[in-house]
């Protein structure tokens, strides 16, 4: 598989098949494609991870897409942003954001992380249930405005604001925080009321504009019915 990514704000994946290569996507990512590529939906992994998938509001079937003959297939991103691409490999999985997966060859493995502390996920506003990539193969990311990585040491801790963590190895620990400074920075400092903490070591991968907050930016102009 050959593959490029391209345009701003919006980037499009565009991949190269050879005869019989694979790939897999959520539902409704395809953009265009070749004649010669076929598309079927599945729940890769069986039931309980298709049902996984559900829990964790994603969709219930992935898309295949394989080449009959060299051909060519486009993804293209749902929110102004970055595609990034990942090696996975044994030893070299990703815990990602419920949103973030794109598209990856059929090697890899898409399945549900759970925090260890219920904590995390009620409040630490990356959810209860993440998602994780494991496997062999190339997998591609779709990350909300700027990637910015930091790579953190042992017992080295980096405190982030809702939404903000897009993804991070799994030698990493998240938990969540409250928001120094007392009730009335909590209150009125709009910086919410708790962080999340990731303890390294391991790279954690941050966004610059997770889609909640440009929603919540946007709304107040949204005409209501009553206006």
Same mark, same amino acid.
């Given at each position: ?33 070749? %004649? ?25 079937? !992935? ?26 490999? %044994? ?49 591609? /990311? ?9 790579? !953190? ?5 980096? /405190? ?40 390294? %070591? ?7 504009? %997770? ?17």
């Amino acid at each position: 598989m050959e593959y490029k990514i391209e345009g701003a704000p919006f980037p499009v994946l565009i991949c190269t098949l050879s005869n019989g290569e694979v790939m897999v996507t959520e539902s409704g990512a395809m953009c265009w494609m070749t %004649p010669n590529i076929t598309m079927e939906a599945t729940s890769r992994g069986g039931l309980g991870k298709a049902l996984g998938r559900m829990l964790s509001h994603e969709s219930l079937f !992935l898309n295949t897409f394989t080449a009959s003959g060299t051909g060519m297939v486009a993804f293209g991103s749902s929110f102004p942003g970055m595609i990034l691409p990942f090696d996975i490999e %044994p030893g070299k999985e990703l815990i990602v954001q419920k949103s973030g997966f794109l598209a990856s060859e059929v090697g890899v493995e898409l399945s549900m992380f759970f925090q260890k502390k219920l904590s995390s996920g009620l409040f630490g506003g990356e959810g209860f249930i993440m998602q994780r990539l494991s496997g062999q193969g190339k997998a591609f /990311l779709e990350i909300d405005g700027y990637c910015k990585t930091y790579e !953190l040491g042992p017992g080295e801790k980096m /405190l982030i604001d809702t939404g903000y963590l897009a993804a991070m190895e799994p030698t990493c620990a998240m938990d969540i925080k409250k928001v120094s400074g007392g009730l009335k920075t909590m209150a009125f400092g709009g910086e919410g009321l708790f962080n999340t903490e990731v303890t390294g %070591p391991g790279k954690v991968y941050l966004q610059t504009s %997770p889609i909640k907050t440009l929603a919540g930016a946007l709304l107040p102009y949204i005409p209501s019915k009553s206006s």
